[in-house]
């Protein structure tokens, strides 16, 4: 079975200066997608960033970005120029490729402190 | 277009009741999942629906807990004979068809007194 581990329980960033949360996982699997997920105190899970395995390239959005290391099976997340708004708790989750198993496997979190 | 929605957003029931969760996914999205989030952890999953058939319930905890989407859109959870135990989240999600990103609702917070 698919487990995915996050190692930071907290983290901490000043306003305007950048943080990385860490991500490993472990799978014997080639094919399958990651993800990182933001659940603020509302409680609704929001898709901060998708990555497909197969994908070298490592995807980007806005300021959010991933340093994707398929062989060590690491995904960690980057956030530059933090924002008082990107605190909150971050999930990574991990989804496999097979048929008839969808569902995501998550990491237990790590809280993101933005200090101003 | 409007998100996932769930109701009720807060449900207190005393132990050994009966409870039913429900989720609206969003129009057109043909997969539905449902996860238990505990205090301190990440969403585990329960139960996915492919239209209205449970694709995969392997993670269903035990005989208690139910769940239905009659005509392939709005599902209800239902768990049986409560238990303090049971007190968590419960987040529903859905995706469109042949899309690989779930779409999560703001969740059902349940406490079991």
């Known amino acids: 079975a698919q487990t995915v581990t996050q190692s930071q329980p907290e983290m901490s960033v000043q306003e305007a200066e950048t943080v990385t949360l860490s991500c490993t996982y472990d799978?014997?699997?080639?094919?399958?997608?990651l993800f990182w997920y933001k659940q603020p105190p509302s409680r609704q899970m929001i898709l901060v960033i998708r990555q497909e395995a197969y994908k070298q390239q490592n995807a980007t959005e806005n300021r959010f970005s991933v340093n994707f290391q398929k062989a060590a099976k690491s995904f960690s997340l980057k956030i530059s120029d933090s924002q008082l708004g990107d605190a909150a708790m971050y999930f990574c989750a991990y989804r496999t490729l097979r048929g008839g198993s969808e569902k995501l496997v998550f990491g237990k979190g790590t809280k993101l402190t933005v200090n101003p | 277009g409007a998100g996932v929605s769930q109701t009720p957003s807060n449900k207190v029931t005393e132990k050994g009741k009966y409870v039913e969760l429900r989720c609206d996914p969003i129009?057109?999205?043909?997969?539905l999942y449902w996860y238990r989030q505990s205090l301190g952890q990440g969403p585990e999953f329960l139960i996915y629906?492919?239209?209205?058939?449970?694709?995969?319930d392997s993670g269903l905890p035990n005989d208690r807990f139910f769940a239905v989407r009659p005509e392939g859109s709005v599902s209800t959870l239902k768990i049986q004979r409560t238990e303090r135990g049971d007190s968590a989240v419960y987040l529903c999600?859905?995706?469109?068809?042949?899309?690989?990103?779930?779409?999560f609702g703001p969740g059902t917070r349940l406490l079991v007194l």
């Open positions: 129009s057109g999205h043909t997969a």
């Open positions: 999600a859905s995706s469109p068809p042949g899309g690989e990103t779930q779409y």
């Open positions: 629906f492919q239209g209205t058939g449970a694709a995969d």
């Open positions: 799978t014997s699997e080639s094919d399958y997608y």
